[in-house]
């Protein structure tokens, strides 16, 4: 047995392992600085200069070199995507836990809150929070995760309340096991495999938001995103002539959150033996 | 002699809020029930879905806390909440084989588990522990069983590893929910006689719950049949089934399909099919019972002695006796 | 009525191809009653499922013939074999109290399935409560929905939905399994009926040897996908000649004697990805020798209709003896 049973999933480790290498090693790969003008042998910034030997990419309106925006870009994507992957998994599924576990009025007020943050438009409630506490990496990425948890937490609430019927789980409970223990050492467990799933689908939104917020203009103007690219060829006006400015961007955006669905629905395969 | 588990008058009431407005219904699924158990004996609870046997289960178990009258294991009574020390001295089997240990520990995660939540002694102590109760539970050799998951373990063998985490503190007292129903005919008495060698040699004693009357015999010194909340019919195990009294009893041994083809079948009566909900105040079973006389709508009987430890709740017991 | 000539199933499973059933031949004649009894995993669900030609997409048929009423059920098309299903062959699956659509009331039921087949609303109506009343069901509760119902009367719903058409034979496949006694004598009663007075025939499917041996005329005993002993259900079981019979009807307590001690059989049924060499069973049997281990027996048929799969068949007598002994059982475990 290989690892991957098909294809699909095999092309989006490859190239998911591809971005990873790309971002650790971006500093020495990218043959610009991503934010440093680029001028030509005139003293005069390099506009709008389509892909050449030295511009592999070419260059944007400013003069910057896209290949190198391109490559640094890839920590942006990993960085957003980790964080609220991980922030979002721990608020989800914690309140999934809580809330299926303990049920009556905890698990009403929890999902009340759920459903609350179901009804708030995403890109909205983004802007207004970014706009409120200004631009910034961390303040696009509290604004994802602060959102992002709803479906988590609901997934995995279903999944316990079938958990704690479980044998094991009354088990536990007679045998005198803490609240805190069945929840982590019994429930827990037995959710991850589920909730690995939603974090993968989490990086793969995270990363769609950041690029979204971005191309607003509500992104970072210190860090070079895919989204943020986007946003100045659009802003610029260049966006209908240098497509060497916006088709490398979206493109990576699009394979990306490709590969990170395909990686998903094979480790879902894998570890839910009823899909085999 | 100081009983094992003494249950007085125990009372479960559940309010089953069915509508959107107005309120629900109360539904007693215990109605008062009253046995004693000495230890190192087997009380059997056979009754039909719905029976209230279920929630017996949990009551003694502390999963659920009684609406009325008093659970006392080892002479001390549950209080309003099961203490660390009621924790320890009840232990449950389950039905589920499957679902009952949890698919992500190793066997001798599963069995130490109760040692480790009471804090009783070192890791190499629970250790040695779980293997004793393994070894006890007929795994043997219990080490080698260990490190092994649940998926690697066959029906009969998974509920000899809830039987061991159930053993390995001791406890006063064990309930068994229906613990061979959906095991494999083949293995069902080798788990039933492990039961009844592991009560008879100890001190704990048991309430072994059932739908199936054929195999309590082999492993329950008392049975008592339960019907809407109550006991109807309570006494020696094979003094009930061979001589059972009350008409529900009578149906229920009557309807239990005999493995012989040279047999014909009891026929059932037919009223106890077609019968309707009791009547308030009267005997639970009259609209059920061919023996009902108008006197059964009226008077709510009550467990009376039928024989030498044997007791029925009908009010005509003595005359329908066989 | 039904023959299953041979009759071969594998299934592709992940790890390789599996034998479930292998060359079991079974007759039911017009209105006759065959029990397939046997433990978890014996095949004797994948038999039910074949002889509806209903076996899913990753199990085939990789030998031998499925007749009803003479006819080849691979060789006719699909739309053929639907009409058949549901006019001459029914099905009662195991849950079948689940099998009920929620959503609707029984009588939307009755006149949906009627509809695909072509019968009338007002037709079904005045069936359905023919039959309701053939099942012992008020014919009110048509109206109904299941979850109003119990578990006794969704079972018998049920198997009026699955007579609709008049078919002649019922496949049904652990119907009484997780029904309360009373309910499960009452539907037992009710399929007894059905067999001795409407003249259907019966396949029936269960663990339970007591059920079988109250309503059918004939049983097999199946054992990792063979049939180990076959015959008359009175003799099979008051003589049985496989070492499995007797190892079962020893497993199964019997309510009016208390007294007698029930036994195990030792071991676990063989993995069917990697079947033993010799007789399935003889890894279990009390009474296996070398020849077991080596030599598959084969199904030899007898001078009373009966066949069995034993070496030591000719030796059935001493067995039986030997078989009563509960010892004997205990030391193999």
């Not at chain 3, 039911?28 to 076996?55: F, I, Q």
Request: net charge neutral.
């Amino acid at each position: 047995m290989s690892p991957f049973a098909s294809w699909s999933g095999g092309f989006g480790a490859i190239f998911l392992s591809l971005v990873v290498l790309i971002a650790v090693l971006a500093p020495w790969l990218s043959p610009y600085d991503p934010l440093v003008n680029n001028f030509d042998a005139a003293g005069q910034l390099r506009r709008l200069a389509p892909p050449s030997a030295a511009h592999l990419l070419g260059t944007t309106y400013y003069g910057l070199d896209v290949l190198s925006q391109l490559i640094h870009g890839t920590r942006i994507v990993l960085i957003v995507g980790i964080t609220c992957a991980v922030l979002i998994a721990l608020i989800g599924t914690n309140i999934g836990l809580i809330a299926g576990y303990y049920g009556g009025r905890v698990d009403t007020v929890l999902m009340r809150a759920t459903d609350l943050a179901f009804g708030v438009p995403f890109i909205p409630f983004a802007v207004v929070l970014v706009a409120l506490l200004g631009p910034s990496l961390w303040n696009t990425i509290i604004a994802i995760s602060f959102l992002m948890w709803r479906s988590t937490a609901r997934v995995i609430r279903s999944q316990v309340l079938s958990l704690r019927e479980r044998g094991f789980v009354k088990a536990a409970r007679i045998a005198g096991a803490s609240d805190m223990r069945i929840l982590y050492v019994h429930i827990f467990p037995n959710v991850l495999p589920m909730a690995l799933l939603y974090v993968s689908f989490d990086i793969a939104w995270a990363v769609l938001a950041e690029a979204s917020i971005s191309f607003l203009g509500f992104g970072d103007p210190h860090q070079t995103s895919w989204g943020q690219m986007l946003y100045l060829a659009y802003v610029s006006g260049s966006i209908r002539q240098a497509w060497w400015w916006t088709v490398p961007p979206g493109a990576a955006l699009s394979l990306f959150v490709i590969a990170v669905f395909l990686v998903g629905r094979e480790y879902e395969r894998l570890a839910n033996p009823r899909l085999r | 002699m100081s009983m094992a588990v003494s249950v007085t008058d125990a009372r479960k009431t559940f309010v089953a809020s069915r509508r959107l407005f107005g309120g629900g219904t109360t539904v007693h699924a215990v109605d008062g029930v009253s046995f004693t158990i000495a230890p190192g004996r087997v009380l059997g609870i056979a009754g039909e879905s719905g029976s209230g046997k279920s929630t017996i289960a949990n009551l003694l178990v502390g999963l659920e806390l009684p609406t009325g009258g008093e659970i006392a294991v080892g002479g001390r009574p549950l209080g309003r909440k099961p203490d660390a020390d009621f924790r320890r001295s009840v232990q449950m089997v389950f039905q589920d084989p499957f679902g009952s240990i949890n698919p992500r520990f190793t066997v001798g995660d599963t069995v130490g588990e109760p040692l480790l939540i009471h804090r009783l002694g070192s890791p190499a102590e629970r250790h040695a522990r779980a293997v004793a109760a393994l070894d006890e539970a007929e795994l043997r050799p219990g080490e080698a069983f260990m490190d092994r998951y649940p998926h690697e373990l066959s029906g009969g063998q998974r509920q000899r590893v809830a039987i061991a985490r159930a053993i390995v503190l001791r406890p006063r007292l064990l309930v068994a929910d229906e613990p061979v129903s959906m095991l494999d005919v083949s293995v069902r008495a080798g788990i039933l006689r492990l039961l009844n060698r592991l009560v008879h040699e100890s001190e704990m004693a048991m309430v072994f719950i059932t739908h199936d009357l054929s195999i309590v015999a082999s492993v329950c010194d008392e049975l008592a049949v339960m019907y809407r909340g109550r006991f109807v019919e309570h006494g020696p195990v094979r003094d009930v089934l061979q001589r059972p009294v009350h008409p529900y009893t009578r149906a229920l041994i009557a309807a239990v399909p005999v493995p012989d083809p040279t047999v014909a079948p009891t026929p059932l009566p037919a009223k106890l099919m077609s019968g309707g909900a009791p009547v308030a105040g009267g005997c639970r079973f009259a609209p059920r019972c061919s023996a009902a006389v108008a006197e059964c709508e009226t008077i709510d009987p009550v467990l009376e002695p039928a024989g030498p430890a044997h007791s029925v709740a009908c009010i005509r017991h003595k005359e329908i006796a066989p | 009525m039904l023959a299953l000539d041979d009759v071969s199933i594998i299934y592709a499973a992940r790890s390789g191809p599996v034998q479930a059933v292998s060359g079991v031949t079974l007759h039911l004649p017009v209105g006759g009653s065959l029990g397939l009894v046997g433990e978890s995993g014996c095949g004797k669900s994948t038999l039910a499922l074949a002889a509806l030609s209903l076996l899913p997409p990753e199990a085939r048929l990789s030998s031998g013939a499925v007749r009803l009423e003479g006819q080849d059920l691979a060789t006719l098309p699909e739309a053929k074999l639907r009409r058949l299903r549901w006019t001459r062959m029914a099905y009662v699956p195991q849950s079948a109290q689940n099998a009920l659509v929620p959503v609707h009331s029984l009588r939307r039921q009755f006149r949906d399935t009627a509809a695909a087949h072509g019968m009338r609303s007002a037709a079904a109506d005045e069936r359905a409560a023919a039959l309701f009343q053939r099942v012992e069901l008020d014919p009110a509760i048509l109206d109904r929905f299941p979850h109003e119902l119990s578990g006794g009367m969704r079972q018998r719903a049920m198997i009026a939905l699955a007579l609709l058409f008049g078919p002649s034979l019922l496949v049904a496949d652990e119907p009484t399994t997780g029904l309360d006694v009373i309910v499960q004598r009452q539907v037992i009663d009710l399929l007894r009926d059905l067999r001795t007075e409407d003249g259907l025939a019966l396949l029936f499917i269960s663990h339970d040897i007591g059920v079988v041996a109250e309503l059918c005329s004939h049983v097999a005993v199946l054992y990792a996908g063979k049939v180990m002993e076959s015959g008359a259900t009175d003799r099979v079981f008051s003589l049985p000649n496989h070492p499995y019979t007797m190892g079962l009807q020893r497993a199964f307590p019997d309510i009016r004697h208390p007294e007698r001690s029930i036994v195990s059989i030792a071991g676990h049924p063989p993995r069917l990805s990697a079947p033993p060499q010799g007789c399935p069973f003889a890894p279990r049997c009390p009474f296996a020798q070398p020849l077991c281990h080596n030599t598959v027996p084969s199904l030899v048929a007898g001078p009373d209709g009966r066949a069995v799969a034993c070496h030591f068949a000719a030796d059935a007598e001493a067995l039986r003896d030997r078989a009563r002994d509960p010892a004997l059982w205990d030391a193999a475990a």
